[in-house]
Nanobody, 116 residues
Framework: QVQLVESGGGLVQPGGSLRLSCAAS????????VDWYRQAPGKEREWVAR????????NYADSVKGRFTISRDNAKNTVYLQMTSLKPEDTGVYYC?????????WGQGTQVTVSS
């Protein structure tokens, strides 16, 4: 059974940090690139960051560059999103997406709320 499960969300004050995890099972995760997306209430889903299958290349949206770091541990079938210097505008549901040229899988999302 294919699964992507996000975790690590929660409520944090502005300036704080969180680390999100995206754990995969049921498919050859190491052959897939992974993106993180987020969706704020009333807004469209927004791309946040990408990591290639080997972990050798990463990209970030301008809005998170310098504050977020994406990484992966293929031995654990997990991708991480380390978020620092969080801002209220980072609030939303964060989703991971694993894809290759044939298939695309989504997780169910984890809520991140940045508020004082």
């Amino acid at each position: 059974q294919v699964q992507l499960v996000e975790s690590g969300g929660g409520l944090v004050q502005p300036g704080g940090s969180l680390r999100l995890s995206c754990a995969a099972s049921g498919f050859a995760f190491s052959n897939y690139l992974v993106d993180w997306y987020r969706q704020a209430p009333g807004k469209e889903r927004e791309w946040v960051a990408r990591i290639l299958s080997t972990g050798g290349s990463t990209n970030y949206a301008d809005s998170v560059k310098g504050r977020f770091t994406i990484s992966r541990d293929n031995a654990k079938n997990t991708v991480y999103l380390q978020m620092t210097s969080l801002k209220p505008e980072d609030t939303g549901v964060y989703y991971c997406n694993a894809q290759n040229f044939r298939r695309s899988y989504w997780g169910q999302g984890t809520q991140v709320t940045v508020s004082s």
